[in-house]
């Protein structure tokens, strides 16, 4: 059978133009289209055409640059530099323009206002094609590790150990600095010098600790320092595992499931942000939404209310009811659910028939207690519903009526109907950002730096499905 060999020294005929480099409809076309409408004030590009001295790259391109290749997965500067000098789609898109790493990374650093202004437009563009509605927000968040190393994260905790631990050594280096000298009376200079030199070392280390101990208490929420990126948290994953890292945060859509509003936050869990995240993303929007859809990590009465007195239908489950999600999980026939409460007289009538009345007030909330504690001592399940020696207690929370409304919305038909489309419009577009463009973790140190990432990101999946979304309804030439 014959072969077919290679030849390089064959003669080709390139393109005369670089528009011909790329087909009609690459997706690249698409991104350039994009950034054409904009003008440079709508974008937040500021940049005087008369400065002096070496001409800078167009803005514009440098950003549609960087956001096409972060579409792609891209996201190292000396990739992308790469890329404008090999790839032909990123040669096309930047008219030939072949900025270095440095220019590539100086840029990103130095307009995340810019990209949130992109991100904004280009979700007003989505919504006057159909393609965002804005009556359904769905939320979530994820951790990212930053870069930076758990080794170099402290806790008060990990440093006063190492505090003792540095303690012990110098006192054990002086001590057989002693025996030393006993021993070679006359002829211990190298070993003092070398002595003084290690104690030095441990005494400089126990400054350097005693300084992020003084980091930890001036902030009263901070509980760690990573001495790598000052501004990351030691978080925990649902691995089980600790990490340094951030929390991405996101709002998709309800009807295409594009990303609306996206942020980075250091704090460990989601439940002081469903508030912030719901308002951002109406912010961008420019409308009130109908629904706002979270998991049980968002429960957290104070963070629904607000919500929920801007006339919000809010679906989130409670833990109770996260819980119970769970094919393995047993219900606790004793737990406060089970309870039947009567309005009327205020009492709660317990799963035996017994009475618990409202006896005073606990950390704000209404404490409702069987009269007789030897009735609880009597009854048969007795050690199963409580153990406590004055019998069984309920708290009722001063908003217990609010958390009734939002766990029978849940619990309703249609609510368990839209709470299920979270798994492909949100948690679907944080497996595409993670799986398949890698974005397990932070290149980029400090809250600004890893809000810069997550904005690129969000920037190049919106417009990459929007490309896809027009291709496949035939209507792309029309609305690019």
Known sequence: MAFRNGNRREGLILPQY???????????????????????EELGLEYDENQVGNPRYNPVAMLKLIAFAYSNGVRSSRKIEKAVNRDLSYIWLTGGLKPDHKTISKFRKENEEALHKTLRLVIQHCIRFDLVVGNKLFVDGTKLKADASLYNSWTKEKIKKHLKKIDKNIKKLLDDHEYNDM??????????????????QLKKFKRKLNHIEKEIESEEDKKNHNTTDTECRTMRTKKGTNIPGYNGQIITDGEHGFIVSAEVVNENNDTNQFSTQINNGIDNIGKKCKTAVADAGYYKIKELKEVLKDGIDVIVPNREQARNENENYEENPFSKGNFEYNKEKDIYICPAGETLEHKHKHKGNRLYR????????????????????????????KDEQLITRVAERYESDEGQAIYSQRKHKVEGVFGHLKHNLGYRNISLRGLDGANIELLLFSIGYNIKRMFNILEEKKVLKANS
């Not at 021993?183 to 030095?200: P, R």
């Not at 009269?371 to 020696?389: F, Q, R």
Request: proline share 0%; charged share 45%; hydrophobic share 20%.
């Open 183 to 200: 021993k070679e009376e006359g002829e211990n200079s190298y070993v003092e010098t070398e002595v003084k030199e290690k104690v030095e």
């Open 18 to 40: 670089i528009d011909d480099y790329v087909g009609e409809k690459d997706s690249v076309r698409f991104f350039d289209e994009m950034f054409k409408k904009y003008s440079d």
């Open 370 to 397: 069987i009269e007789d504690k030897s009735i609880c001592h009597s009854c048969k399940h007795y050690g199963d519903c409580t153990k406590a020696k004055n019998g069984r207690s309920i708290s009722r929370n």
